[in-house]
């Protein structure tokens, strides 16, 4: 089946530290990989995708490279903000029979402190 | 209106009451999702509309009816609710037949039961 595993948080850092929440997935054919944010009090908005292996997403500093080898799209950052606390969604779309299937992770919550 | 919005934003209501959550997509989806969001648990699917056919219902209970008139609205009507049903309840939209087929989410109605 289709599945996606996130490390548990909450992840705390300092401001400036790097982070990395590692995400794999079991898929049976060929996904497209997702990471949303959650911000408080808000909706899931999506950070970044890549539809093919060795695809790269990048947005707002944070990147994620598709790796069909190791099933994994971890999603990194060099250096945190206290903006980037939020919670953290791993995500694969693939296509069935009754169209898109999407399946999120459990999300992973991130603090930041000053 | 942009993007994906949701009313109310927050609602209490009784186990005897009935209310609607509504939901308008302004981006020109042709899908349209219903997904409940409870403190420690992962984000649940309930229900899946598709060119405003139902195509995914997940064992949601019959208190739960959604209703979607055309392709931007989403209605998700309530009644008789227990108290185990509080959570945020998110809204999204996407376009079909893309091949990446992300997500566009609302901010969500915290619905609390009492």
Known sequence: GNSVTQMEGPVTLSE????TINC????TGYPSLFWYVQYPGEGLQLLLKATKADDKGSNKGFEATYRKETTSFHLEKGSVQVS?????FCALSIRNTGGFKTIFGAG???FVKA | ETGVTQTPR???MGMTNKKSLKCEQHLGHNAMYWYKQSAKKPLELMFVYSLEER???NSVPSRFSPECPNSSHLFLHLHTLQPEDSALYLC???QEETGAYEQY?????RLTVT
């Open chain 2, 10 to 12: 927050h609602l209490v």
């Open chain 2, 105 to 109: 989410f609302g901010p969500g109605t």
């Open chain 1, 24 to 27: 794999t997935y079991t898929a």
């Open chain 1, 16 to 19: 400036e530290a790097f982070l």
């Open chain 2, 92 to 94: 999204a939209s996407s």
């Open chain 1, 108 to 110: 992973t919550r991130l």
């Open chain 2, 55 to 57: 195509v995914e219902n």
């Open chain 1, 84 to 88: 980037d606390s939020a919670v953290y």
